[in-house]
């Protein structure tokens, strides 16, 4: 049992139910002035969209599943995201 929880831990991953559109990212972020927020909007215009976002984090949000993800861990990565 040991093993086959530890194989199912290293290989599960994270989907995000429904699609979300540029439009969308916007009017969530349209009432954020902040730098993270035009950083992030700006990154996502530049890459034509979100396949490569929600790609990345879902990859980066994989090592939390052990300890737990909430909205500052997944407000962290997409400031790393941004950045990068």
Known sequence: MNELARYLMENAYIDFQGGITIE???????DEDSRES????SR????????D???TIADCLKEYIRTGINEDI????????SES
């Open 44 to 51: 996502l215009i530049e890459e034509n969209g979100l396949d």
């Open 24 to 30: 969308e990212v916007r009017k969530f972020l349209r």
């Open 53 to 55: 976002l929600m790609v």
């Open 74 to 81: 997944v407000r962290a990565q997409l400031t790393t995201y």
């Open 38 to 41: 035009r950083a992030l909007l």
